[in-house]
């Protein structure tokens, strides 16, 4: 039995969608990385570990995606899906512990809010890409 072909949404409907859901990843990317350097200098208890290799540590990876996230690039957005489940797993650790909840479930909601508008964006990014090359038309 044939398949039917799948119907691309209109570029109408995808342009303000992929507007939002970029700012929105940028404002949580963003977010992330100074809920970090924020926690790290002033609320962590590091135990006499050096502040910046702890924060080296946990930027380095935000670090390397930072320049396709500013571009746009779906492919930049894609790794960030990857990436940052190792802050949303982090976050939920620190929920955890009454001494880190707030600052864990902080982490929680802004690693899954990046996820959820990066993981849209690289979506909505490729139909609007494909409707473009004339396809679906």
């Known amino acids: 039995m044939a398949r039917k072909p ?6 109408d409907w995808l342009a303000p969608r992929l507007r939002l859901t970029r700012t929105l990843s ?14 790290n200098l002033w609320f962590a208890n590091l135990h006499g ?6 924060l080296a540590v946990e930027l380095v990876p935000l670090l390397l995606l930072l320049p396709g ?10 790794w960030t899906c990857f990436v940052v489940n190792i802050y949303f797993i982090k976050g939920v650790l620190a929920a955890f512990d009454p ?8 982490e929680v909601i802004v690693s899954l809010g990046l996820f959820v508008s990066a993981l ?3 979506r909505w ?3 609007h890409e494909r409707r473009l090359a004339g396809e679906g038309a």
């Open 6 to 11: 799948k119907v691309l949404p209109p570029l």
């Open 26 to 39: 940028l404002a949580c990317f963003f977010g992330l990385m100074a809920l970090l350097v924020a926690n």
């Open 49 to 54: 570990a050096r502040v910046e290799v702890i």
């Open 69 to 78: 996230m500013l571009t746009g690039s779906a492919r930049a957005h894609a």
């Open 99 to 106: 001494a880190r909840a707030v600052f864990g479930w902080i």
């Open 120 to 122: 849209l964006f690289v």
């Open 125 to 127: 990014k490729f139909q």
